[in-house]
Each structure stands twice: as C-alpha cells, then as structure tokens.
Nanobody, 122 residues
Framework: VQLQASGGGLVQAGGSLRLSCAAS????????LGWFRQAPGKEREFVAA????????YYAESAKGRFTISRDSAKNTVYLQMNSLKPEDTAVYFC????????????????WGQGTLVTVSS
C-alpha cells in the first residue's frame, strides 16, 4: 500500500491541525494504520494507531486527550486530529500501515508515507 501524508504546517501553541494520510494500492481495509513522529535529533516515536475496523484506537501518553485518530475506509484515508498543540509536538509526522493488528513499534510497519512537518510555535 502507498501512503501520502498531508496537513502539516505552522501553528501557535494551543492551536489545532488535522493530518491526513491517503492510501492507495492494496486493500486498505485489511491494514492497521499508525501515526509516528520524529523530531530533529530524536528517534521516531509512536503517536497513535487504529485497527482495520476503525475501532479501538490506541495513543501514546503524550497524545492522550489531545489527539484523535480516525479512518474513513470508503475514502482510504486515516486522519490525526491534533488539538491543544504544544511546542514539543514539533516534528515530522509519518503515517504507516501494516497488515494485521497495530503495534507501537515503527519497524513492524511495512509501508510509510513521506512525512509532513508540524511546527508549533510558543
């Protein structure tokens, strides 16, 4: 499956952004989708994931209560709604897909989008 992430940008602290990840190729509905992020000089870290049914989302502690992951299988798109953004949320955000259930480990994902930059100013 091929993934194309979009929606990043510059926002002030406390603001919101919605990231989108459009998928094409193989059957999207059988894949789990995850969002990861990577700040300069840091390792890629898990943000949120959702299974192929679109239920049971799972979030990193840093994202709980502020971010919401959702998917629209009819549109082959997964979203990450980010509210109450903080400067420490600044990173390149990647969407990723894997067959089966989601995990929090980047290396377990088979397909990756190109990343979209989110910058949160203080």
């Amino acid at each position: 499956v091929q993934l194309q992430a979009s929606g990043g940008g510059l926002v002030q602290a406390g603001g919101s952004l919605r990231l989108s990840c459009a998928a094409s190729g193989r059957t999207f509905s059988s894949y789990a989708l995850g969002w990861f992020r990577q700040a300069p000089g840091k390792e890629r870290e898990f943000v949120a994931a959702i299974n192929w049914r679109g239920n049971s989302p799972y979030y990193a502690e840093s994202a709980k209560g502020r971010f919401t992951i959702s998917r629209d299988s009819a549109k082959n798109t997964v979203y990450l709604q980010m509210n109450s953004l903080k400067p420490e949320d600044t990173a390149v955000y990647f969407c990723a897909a894997r067959s089966g259930f989601y995990t929090t480990y980047p290396r377990s994902y088979d397909s990756w989008g190109q990343g979209t930059l989110v910058t949160v100013s203080s």
